[in-house]
DNA sequence: GTGGTCTAGACCACC
DNA sequence: GTGGTCTAGACCACG
């Protein structure tokens, strides 16, 4: 489990920690019963205040995707990939709903749009990197 | 020239007003010489603030689309389209790389990916709207 | 007596107007008792709001610099050039000061300053123009 | 980073914090990777409401001199000193532009200009104080 | 603790 | 009528 955090992005750092361990499950990357790594160990790897990946995994634990066992670790739990996967499905949907309705307004043509979304899926970026600019211009 | 602002969007309201303006001059629906309504007659139309819509105003100042005339107006400004253009669509590459990002990460297709867009684009939603259901199920 | 009015300068016009009289008082281009152009000349001569001519008459008669004979025009006052020379003095060595206060504490060099000094009294401008590029880049 | 605020002078307040952290970054006592005082401390500081000081920095940040890392403080960012150079500069040779054309329009000459210049580099002043009488009177 | 957003209301300057 | 500035205070989100 190799977590990054991009400390520019205008997404929350929390947020981006409970993210990719969200996506990890709907992918099958985390089982149920898999091990998440000490907030310790977190801490020290991504350079993050100890509190805020304590806060993530405290959503986590709320949205009963993990659970805590005291003095143990923290655990993906049963039935953790169903809810994720419905979960991340929809927030994709809403973001790619809302950044297309914004493309539209803007005066951008479906295929346009399309282009873009083939060279973004055609990249391999670490989670929340900016998007190298050729993505940009060869839609252009 | 309409605006409307989501009070329930997790989108700031001034950041909504500038993009609602920013968009409208990407496409050509206000061009250089156009008078925005006025602050109060703004903030009237939304039940926004005075001082939340002038914020936005200041802000679009600062980026170099809009020049004020004080006690006159605020007006876009010269060559403000070619600057929004650029700007509007890297913002939408932008969102649409994150949001594809997640996507893969969470297992989600190309072809999936796509037939989200598709079904947002055939949907004509006031800005900031949320995506309306049937987006979500009709690629599902 | 050719006045201009720069309505994209940041000195609002009235100023202007009111700043371009002064100077020519004091440069003695303009004379006790000669007339200035009427409001509704100059309002048309500059596409200037009339209130605002207006107003820019009614503050130099306040600062004794003209009066006005009704039905006849405004006029320049006796020994207006010499309140004007040290008004217009007092007005361009606080301009220069702040200007260079704020180039010192940018790190510009006394020199540097004084080059652009030079460059700037060589060049012939319409009154509240831009300056062009070559003072900026001449003094580089 | 000491900063002084002038309530008296005709300069915008916010322009004022904003400049003086310009002119900083531009004079390399700030570089990238400094963190500016929070908005609390400098609004305790200089006596000026706490939204003010939040309005330039929001300001500094969309000139893009400076990012803001949520909850922990405001940064000065990479690129922020070309930038800073650049556009000081810029301000301050239209603002002797300005003075100069005035003051040549009222009749001063060229050397006339050079003794106010110099005699207000060899004056230190606090950031928007008034220019000392003797400056004015000296280059009479 | 940090900054961000929004509201409310006062006062000023310009046209 | 127009926008600009500043204050005051509340509430939220992040670390």
Known sequence: MQLTVNI???VAVYVQIENQIRFAIAA?????????????????QTQVNPNTVAKSYRDLEVMG???????????IADGAQTKCKKACRKMTVERIFEAVQEG????MSK???AVILNAS?????TPY???PKNVATMAG
């Open 129 to 131: 990197a900016e998007a």
């Open 111 to 113: 295929a346009e749009l």
């Open 104 to 107: 539209k307004s803007a005066g």
């Open 65 to 75: 995707l993990v659970y805590t066992r005291h003095g143990m670790g923290v655990y």
């Open 28 to 44: 099958c990357r985390l089982k149920p019963g898999d091990r998440l790594p000490s907030v310790r160990d977190l801490s020290d």
């Open 121 to 125: 899926y055609a990249h391999d970026a």
């Open 8 to 10: 520019r992005s205008n």
